[in-house]
């Protein structure tokens, strides 16, 4: 029911910028999870970014603090994720994910999230 979908990937040289977009339709929670994961071939799935509803309050990776920004437009029941000084360490594909029930005080772990967008690719050559 719930259905993230992401956009704005693509391929930007390093030390650019990119932003991506997560519309997630058919939101009815009062309370919920929401925020980026990336995942490289052959690397586990990575929790980049994420907030919950109820504060808003963002936690990041280590490897892109003072880099990325996520953000949201609850009017246009979309959350984005500002990129900025991009890294061949950043390629992989992000997925937007959503959850009501994510435990914990952070909310970057992805095997707790059940409702996941297709993915976009985000590419930074070396």
């Known amino acids: 029911q719930v259905r993230p979908v992401e956009s704005g990937g693509g391929v930007v040289k390093s030390g650019g910028s990119l932003r991506l977009s997560c519309v997630v339709s058919?939101?009815?929670?009062?309370?919920?999870?929401i925020g980026w994961f990336r995942q490289a071939p052959g690397k586990e799935r990575e929790g980049v970014s994420c907030?919950?509803?109820?504060?808003?309050?963002?936690s990041y990776a280590d490897s892109v603090k003072g880099r990325f920004t996520i953000s949201r437009d609850n009017a246009k029941s979309t959350v984005y994720l500002q990129m900025d000084s991009l890294r061949p360490d950043d390629t992989a594909v992000y997925y937007c994910?959503?959850?009501?029930?994510?435990?914990?005080?952070?909310?970057?772990?992805?095997?707790?999230?059940?409702?996941w967008g297709q993915g976009t690719q985000v590419t930074v050559p070396s």
């Open positions: 907030f919950r509803s109820r504060d808003g309050r963002p």
């Open positions: 994910a959503i959850d009501p029930n994510i435990p914990g005080t952070d909310c970057r772990e992805a095997n707790f999230f059940d409702h």
């Open positions: 058919g939101l009815t929670w009062d309370e919920y999870a």
